[in-house]
């Protein structure tokens, strides 16, 4: 891709710092609370742009500055985006089928396997794949689709549309001028070597066997992720500023415009879209948020200078973007003088933007104490946004952490709290369902507290309930009951080796736990039913991701990959015999998904375990990477169509009957 570039002097662009009304707001002390407005404001021009960054870049302390050589560059501004036809929809209705667990209903999250019920769409060996899955008997490959140079990331699958996301493999560099000759750039002169991209092809699906692309959308900087709600995609990527703002040496810089390519057409983002906020927050990232309409193929891009996004949760109406601001992280941006201070504490930064019907209007900024686990810490109901915090830490004597959940009004403003929740324990795990909120805390037993949230400005904890164990992910099985997938923990084992006072050993975590609480008292929830998989080592993609775990109550199907390790008996005598100094951990049998029918009367019933493994990867040798577990035959996903359980790895979809779980057929990958 091309960049058209025009050349600035050192000394326009100190003519610029100097008589640039911009100036006087971002030059004042970026911790000096009271100094800024917090109004959204957009830039007038480019000049605009490259004062704020390089006003932002003086304050920072000169941090990362590149000492080479070189003319400034300005790329600037260059012709509009055409758009292409709406497309329709068609397909048969299919037998009831599995759709990808996501966090808000009808906020689909984009994943590497989805269904319509009659094919699958799997992303593997950076591939997305097509396959005819329903009726088995039928079951083909019937096309696939790989992007040159791009690293696909996720799919989204919209009626007779698929929406592919990834990374461009490779960037493009930033060409220098010379008058009207531009100087070839030695990787070496320059220390970054261009921008990613994040790519967005769209392809009709009307002849599964020959999808054809109709839209393709490359933006600047990292993918991050997206959400599909109705007919509209909402994308979101990021970039480092200094990607976009550059000190070659003390007198010249350089601007790289954030690009949008809309079918080879490209453009510069216009200035007039590049929003920001005065507030004491490191500019240090700009995030993009694409809105497309898979309708009519209407294409809305907003960009925002905000801090580094790293975390999102979306609703039906907003995008929140968290990022962690911790103590040691804006003594960058203190004077010489401030810089002893150490009142400020690790913070979460939160920005609420609306995506309304395609549309994407920047909304307010928050900020609250503490660091979040996941996009589970964070959700919205009835207008307010609740938030799940960690404060601290328990590393350094007289340290320790807390907990809290804060409630913010629609403006992000906290409107109540409740704080200092399980003193020296972490939250494992964080659930908010309507007016009520559930949190699981670790450092020896597993508390599992049960929040009241019906009353905004009056939340209250209700109930507490102390078991061995920990729980990472929480899942509702119904109004009153919750499951949860995590580590049985034995506090017994090696309590003589605690490091952290109150912590327990690692020796003292156990196999993989899935567990289902009766919350129908809510202030004395009770466990009812657990089931313990393998010993210490036992490891399962559900714990992190939740897409990976596959729950129906209707068919009394839960469904997860487990990557099993098992210690022998042998192992523990020699173990016991060293006195502790002998490592304790299992060795690798199995990795498949592991398939349970589960009732409120019978708890966890186990119905069997499906494997795409060889016989030679069973041997698993001490040597053998499946140790690491990097094979190609790890199932990483589940799903069922009909009375077809469905389970994905890189190398095949193996389909197994879901009564008994008999074979039925597969269809190789790789």
Not at 284 to 301: A, C, G, R, W
Not at 447 to 467: A, H, M, Q, W
Request: with cysteine.
């Amino acid at each position: 891709m091309e960049k058209k570039t025009t050349q600035i002097t050192g000394i326009l662009i100190v003519s610029m710092l100097t008589c640039a009304s911009l100036v006087a707001v971002i030059t004042l002390s970026p911790l000096d609370k009271g100094a800024y407005t917090y109004k959204l404001n957009t830039f007038t021009n480019y000049d605009d742009l490259l004062t704020f960054l390089h006003a932002r870049f003086e304050a920072s302390g000169n941090q990362g500055r590149y000492n080479g050589g070189g003319p400034n560059v300005l790329f600037e501004k260059s012709g509009q985006a055409p758009t292409a036809d709406g497309a329709t929809q068609g397909g048969e209705v299919p037998p009831s089928y599995s759709t990808t667990n996501v966090q808000v209903a009808g906020v689909d999250e984009p994943d590497i396997v989805k269904t319509d019920g009659t094919y699958l769409y799997v992303v593997a060996n950076q591939t997305v794949y097509i396959i005819k899955a329903y009726p088995t008997a039928e079951a083909t490959i019937l096309s696939q689709i790989s992007i040159t140079n791009v690293t696909i990331s996720n799919i989204f699958i919209h009626g007779d549309r698929l929406v592919i996301f990834g990374d461009s493999g490779g960037s493009y560099p930033y060409p220098l001028m010379s008058g009207d000759a531009k100087i070839a750039v030695n990787s070496l002169d320059i220390w970054w070597g261009g921008v990613s991209q994040t790519v967005i092809n769209v392809y009709d699906l009307s002849n599964r066997g020959s999808p054809a692309l109709i839209k393709e959308i490359r933006i600047d900087g990292g993918y991050f992720d997206a959400r599909l709600i109705d007919e509209f995609v909402y994308v979101v990527a990021t970039e480092y500023t200094y990607n976009i703002y550059q000190a070659l040496d003390e007198k010249n810089y350089t601007l790289n415009v954030p690009q949008i390519s809309i079918d080879n057409v490209t453009t510069n983002i216009s200035a007039g879209d590049i929003y920001y906020v005065d507030v004491p927050e490191l500019s240090d990232s700009m995030t993009h948020v694409v809105s497309l309409n898979l309708d009519t193929n209407d294409i809305v891009e907003k960009s925002f200078m905000l801090g580094s996004s790293q975390t999102m949760y979306v609703s039906k109406n907003n995008i929140f973007l968290a990022s962690a601001h911790y103590p040691y992280y804006p003594l960058l941006y203190r004077t010489p003088v401030d810089r002893s201070s150490t009142s400020e504490q690790e913070t979460t930064i939160l920005h609420k933007i609306s995506i309304t019907t395609g549309a994407v209007t920047y909304i307010a900024q928050g900020e609250v104490p503490g660091h979040i686990l996941n996009q589970f810490s964070l959700d919205e109901h009835n207008g307010f946004f609740r938030i799940a915090t960690t404060v601290g830490n328990n590393w350094g004597e007289g340290t320790q952490t807390s907990n809290n959940i804060y409630i913010l009004d629609e403006n992000l403003k906290q409107v109540s709290q409740i704080e200092n929740i399980a003193p020296g324990e972490s939250i494992y795990a964080a659930r908010f369902l309507g007016d009520r909120a559930y949190l699981v805390t670790f450092v020896q037993v597993d508390p599992l507290f049960t929040v009241d949230l019906s009353d905004p400005y009056n939340p209250r904890i209700l109930g507490e309930l102390k078991i061995p164990g920990y729980s990472e992910y929480l899942h509702p099985y119904d109004e009153t009951h919750i499951i949860g997938i995590g580590k049985e923990v034995d506090p017994t084992i090696d309590a003589d080796k605690v490091h952290t006072p109150g912590a327990i050993y690692y020796t003292a975590i156990l196999g993989l736990k899935i567990a289902l609480f009766d919350v129908s008292d809510f202030e004395n929830p009770k466990e009812v039913a657990k089931v313990v998989i393998g010993d210490r080592g036992t490891d399962s993609p559900a714990l992190y991701d939740h897409k990976a775990f596959l729950f129906d109550k209707d068919k009394q199907l839960l469904v997860i990959p487990v990557s099993l390790y098992e210690i022998t008996q042998e192992v523990k005598d020699r173990y016991i015999a060293s006195n502790g100094t002998d490592t304790l951990f299992g060795e690798f049998t199995f990795q498949g998904a592991y398939v349970y029918r589960l009732s409120l009367d019978g708890g966890f019933e186990f119905k069997g375990r499906i494997t795409h493994q060889t016989p030679e990867q069973m041997q698993h040798p001490s040597d053998y990477y499946w140790y690491w577990g990097t094979s190609n035959t790890d199932i990483t996903r589940t799903l069922y169509i009909g009375d077809v359980l469905y389970t994905v790895s890189d190398s095949m979809v193996k389909m197994n009957n879901l009564a008994d779980l008999s074979d039925i057929s597969s269809v190789k990958l790789s």
